[in-house]
């Protein structure tokens, strides 16, 4: 079993809907990640939460909102989403930084298709 | 812009031959390179590690060349297995600074029997 579990595993929704993803790691780390992987694209940062502080923001359009409401749950909160964002949504954790060094576990990731 | 270069798109190897995945940076700064492999239906897994101040780090049959002065390294698979097919993603990072690495596009990774 992955310590990093994501919630739903696919996502359908429609543009005017609203939805949430969700993350649970049980790895007892410290700092929590949303990436966006589209086909052909590098991953891309999204957010960071560090001791459940938003420490990064990638310039992420405000239709998509994160929440840490403590070390172990991260939810990205989706509303009025386009066609374009169409993708799969990863959430890691690491125990410290991972530019020093700390690995990036990765759950499996939900597969959003926007319609 | 895009930080890292990854190449090539993707890759069919014969088994037991030897994969290459080359990657190039333009960040002075990066000093922390991880390789991540990625199969299909889940998400990207460490699996080797290098920091600048060695050339070569091997693991099993995975290698990775750092060539500083190019800003390049490489991720070489030695006797490529089935097992090894899937999407590889090379990444920098700076060792100071926000929790971010910066992937490359990845490389797609099939080997043949």
């Known amino acids: 079993e992955t310590g990093v579990t994501q919630t739903p595993r696919h996502l359908v929704m429609g543009m005017t809907n609203k939805k949430s993803l969700k993350c649970e790691q049980h790895?007892?780390?410290?700092?929590m990640y949303w990436y966006k992987q589209s086909a052909k694209k590098p991953l891309e940062l999204m957010f960071v939460?560090?001791?459940?502080?938003?420490?990064e923001n990638n310039s992420v359009p405000s239709r998509f909102s994160p929440e840490c409401p403590n070390s172990s749950h991260l939810f990205l909160h989706l509303h009025t989403l386009q066609p374009e964002d169409s993708a799969l949504y990863l959430c890691a954790s690491s125990q410290g930084n991972t530019g020093a060094g700390a690995e990036a576990f990765f759950g499996q990731g939900t597969r959003l298709t926007v319609v | 812009q895009q930080q890292v270069k990854q190449s090539p798109q993707s890759l069919i190897v014969q088994k037991g031959g030897i994969s290459i995945i080359n990657c190039a940076y333009e960040n002075t700064a990066f000093d922390y390179f991880p390789w991540y492999q990625q199969f299909p239906g889940k998400g990207p897994a460490l699996l080797i590690a290098i920091r600048p101040d060695v050339s070569e780090k091997k693991e099993g049959r995975f290698t990775i060349s750092f060539n500083k002065s190019a800003k390049q390294f490489s991720l070489h698979i030695m006797d490529s297995q089935p097992g090894d097919s899937a999407t590889y993603f090379c990444?920098?990072?700076?060792?100071?600074?926000?929790?971010?690495?910066?992937f490359g596009t990845g490389t797609r990774l099939t080997v043949i029997p």
């Open positions: 790895l007892g780390h410290n700092a």
């Open positions: 939460y560090s001791l459940e502080e938003r420490v």
């Open positions: 990444a920098a990072s700076l060792q100071t600074g926000a929790n971010n690495l910066f």
